[in-house]
Nanobody, 119 residues
């Protein structure tokens, strides 16, 4: 059974940090580019970051560049997103998924983890 289990969300004050994790199982994680995609309340999905299958080339949306860092540990079958200097507009459900920025049909999605940035 394929699983992408996202975790690490929560309530944080503006300027704070969180680290999201996405644990993969049931498929060959090391062969997939991976992405983080978020959906804010009342808005559509927004791609924010991806990384190549080997974990060597990260890509970021302008909205998070310089604040977020994506990493991929193929030995642990886990994707990470370090989020620093969080802003209220970062409030969203964060999903991990296979594929890169322009992937239209993603093979697998995680269940999402909620990040709330509020004082």
């Amino acid at each position: 059974e394929v699983q992408l289990q996202a975790s690490g969300g929560g309530l944080v004050q503006p300027g704070g940090s969180l680290r999201l994790s996405c644990a993969a199982s049931g498929f060959t994680f090391g062969r997939y580019d991976m992405s983080w995609i978020r959906q804010a309340p009342g808005k559509g999905p927004e791609w924010i970051s991806s990384i190549t299958y080997g974990g060597t080339r990260p890509y970021y949306a302008e909205s998070v560049k310089g604040r977020f860092a994506i990493t991929k540990d193929n030995a642990k079958n886990t994707l990470y997103l370090q989020m620093n200097n969080l802003k209220p507009e970062d409030t969203a459900v964060y999903y991990c998924a296979t594929g890169g920025e322009t992937t239209v049909k993603r093979d697998y999605w995680g269940q999402g983890t909620l990040v709330t940035v509020s004082s």
